[in-house]
């Protein structure tokens, strides 16, 4: 059988390589964006790998499979060449599937312990890092855009640094654990997978976790967004989701949305609508959580402080892993300045109450997390108190929303200072400059705006109040901190391995 896997640049090595293994498969490599280096080639090609271009669409027949990443527009190349009405994944072709679905299919039968996904388009880091800190004692294999890693018995061991976080990364953190335990001297067994996934879910999950859909930016080529590639996660066994994108994207759709049920259906949802009624199959294995809507999992009693929030946990008909419903109430203690740390911290609650984790395991947890280098993360510099939030994935609402944690802390006689620059090509998705000087053209008049580096500098030309050009971020912060300001923000889009090492 013939198998093509398209996009060598986000993942398609890895899948490609594991198709190899299996008999029956006679793989072939579609190099879409041209950027595979000759000895990766070399590799596969050493493998049996056959790398193909467009011309290779009109083979197609029925014993294809063709699998490519959920944002490939890959139906504008097929439309270009001479089999366009062949193959969309229901002609010729016997099977059409996602790099998500394709990791699915070649891991199912070997991760044999819990897993749990993560998804969303802000957030997504920061939860990973507090459902590892939950879940420790259960040496979880923890893959994150911060690394893959394996706590065994509350000791870290990374297993590799600066690595994607796209679905065919599961194999490798899977694979990166084998290698790892055949190596050590008193062997153990990782009780749970904590994985973060760009843009859906695989499908192996016990409980998939969607953050929130703050921004549901075009993919593929302007022909699909965020939400719909994000719905992958509903593929999962149980979710945990967002209430408001819950609701606005995956629950509130009716019989007259076709595309939407066509997503739903890809995806392997029944829609099951008739005259508006919502989906049952979706709705029976989602609990949300929200700071203050009608959710599943939610905040009241809230005290924000800096370094440490107090809240009440109130749950609400949640529904378990093992078919359970649950209803309670508790307090929590964790850092969480603003109200977006607090949502990650819900969805957080969310998905381990659905796993059925201890209470008490949850809330130490939480108590152990301090935040993660560069998102939110306070230092003190001289007297003076550095906010850095540091994220190649940096967008506008995150920026919005820094800003806006930034006027709740400072007062008149402290003053403050916001230091926002990055670099660009960080990720795949750029930021909207025109958005983000929108934002930063509203803040109080009395705060010192610098800006940094080659973002910095372009961002700069569509303010309209005053503000400094620094040509890095030393040099800005630097200018920050002699300001005589009480507080400094830094928005900064770049990772934050390359900002420590300045």
């Known amino acids: 059988m013939k198998v093509l896997i398209v996009d060598m640049t986000h993942g398609g090595t890895v899948i490609a390589s594991q198709f190899t293994e299996i008999p029956g498969f006679h793989v072939y490599a579609w190099d879409i964006y041209q950027?595979?280096?000759?000895?990766?080639?070399?590799?596969?090609?050493?493998?049996?790998?056959?790398?193909?271009?467009?011309?290779?669409?009109?083979?197609?027949?029925?014993?294809?499979?063709?699998?490519?990443?959920v944002h490939c527009n890959l139906g504008l190349y097929i439309e270009d060449s001479d089999t366009a009405e062949s193959s969309n994944g229901t002609g010729k072709v016997s099977r059409f599937?996602?790099?998500?679905?394709?990791?699915?299919?070649?891991?199912?039968?070997?991760?044999?312990?819990?897993?749990?996904?993560?998804?969303?388009?802000?957030?997504?880091?920061?939860?990973?890092?507090?459902?590892k800190e939950i879940f420790k004692d259960l040496n979880p294999l923890v893959l994150s855009s911060l690394g893959v890693e394996v706590l065994e018995n509350g000791e870290s061991h990374l297993l590799k640094g600066n690595i994607s976080i796209t679905p065919a990364s599961v194999v490798e953190a899977w694979e990166l654990l084998e290698e790892f335990l055949e190596r050590s001297e008193n062997p153990f067994e990782a009780g749970i997978c904590i994985f973060e996934t760009s843009l859906g879910g695989t499908g192996l999950a016990d409980v998939g976790v969607l953050t929130n859909v703050v921004e549901n930016y075009?993919?593929?080529?302007?022909?699909?967004?965020?939400?719909?590639?994000?719905?992958?996660?509903?593929?999962?066994?149980?979710?945990?989701?967002?209430?408001?994108?819950?609701?606005?994207?995956?629950?509130?759709s009716t019989a007259?949305?076709?595309?939407?049920?066509?997503?739903?259906?890809?995806?392997?949802?029944?829609?099951?609508?008739?005259?508006?009624?919502?989906?049952?199959?979706?709705?029976?294995?989602?609990?949300?959580?929200?700071?203050?809507?009608?959710?599943?999992?939610?905040?009241?009693?809230?005290?924000?402080?800096?370094?440490?929030?107090?809240f009440q946990v109130e749950v609400s008909d949640l529904k378990t892993v093992n078919e359970n419903i649950l209803n309670t109430s508790f307090e929590v203690s964790a850092f969480a300045p603003a109200p977006y740390h607090l949502q990650n911290i819900l969805s957080v609650v969310c998905t381990a109450l659905t796993l059925e984790t201890p209470v008490k395991n949850i809330k130490k947890g939480l108590k152990s997390f301090k935040g993660i280098n560069g998102r939110t993360s306070i230092r003190e510099y001289n007297g003076v108190r550095v906010i850095e939030e540091i994220n190649p994935g940096l967008n506008v609402e995150a920026v919005k929303k820094a800003v806006n944690m930034l006027s709740t802390i400072s007062d008149e006689d402290n003053g403050s200072a916001v230091v926002f620059g990055g670099k660009y090509g960080?990720?795949?998705?750029?930021?909207?400059?025109?958005?983000?000087?929108?934002?930063?053209?509203?803040?109080?008049?009395?705060?010192?705006?610098?800006?940094?580096?080659?973002?910095?500098?372009?961002?700069?030309?569509?303010?309209?109040?005053?503000?400094?050009?620094?040509?890095?971020l030393d040099d800005a912060l630097k200018h920050a901190l002699f300001t005589g300001s009480g507080n400094v923000l830094v928005v900064y889009r770049s990772n934050y391995s390359d900002v420590e090492r300045r």
């Open 35 to 69: 950027t595979l280096k000759e000895d990766v080639k070399t590799s596969l090609r050493n493998k049996n790998v056959e790398f193909v271009g467009i011309e290779f669409l009109k083979d197609l027949d029925e014993d294809s499979w063709v699998i490519a990443p």
């Open 97 to 131: 599937m996602t790099h998500h679905e394709a990791v699915d299919f070649l891991m199912r039968k070997r991760i044999d312990v819990p897993v749990i996904e993560v998804t969303g388009v802000k957030g997504k880091t920061s939860t990973v890092s507090m459902l």
């Open 218 to 252: 075009s993919v593929a080529g302007g022909t699909n967004c965020a939400a719909d590639a994000k719905s992958q996660i509903f593929r999962s066994r149980m979710v945990a989701c967002d209430f408001e994108s819950f609701n606005s994207f995956y629950l509130n």
């Open 256 to 310: 007259e949305n076709p595309a939407y049920n066509e997503m739903m259906v890809k995806n392997g949802i029944s829609p099951g609508l008739q005259n508006g009624i919502l989906m049952a199959d979706i709705q029976d294995k989602t609990n949300t959580f929200s700071l203050n809507q009608d959710a599943n999992v939610k905040a009241s009693n809230i005290e924000f402080g800096f370094y440490e929030t107090v």
């Open 426 to 472: 960080v990720t795949c998705e750029e930021i909207d400059e025109k958005a983000v000087s929108f934002v930063l053209n509203r803040l109080d008049p009395r705060t010192d705006l610098i800006f940094a580096d080659d973002l910095g500098k372009n961002v700069k030309n569509l303010i309209n109040r005053d503000f400094t050009f620094k040509k890095t």
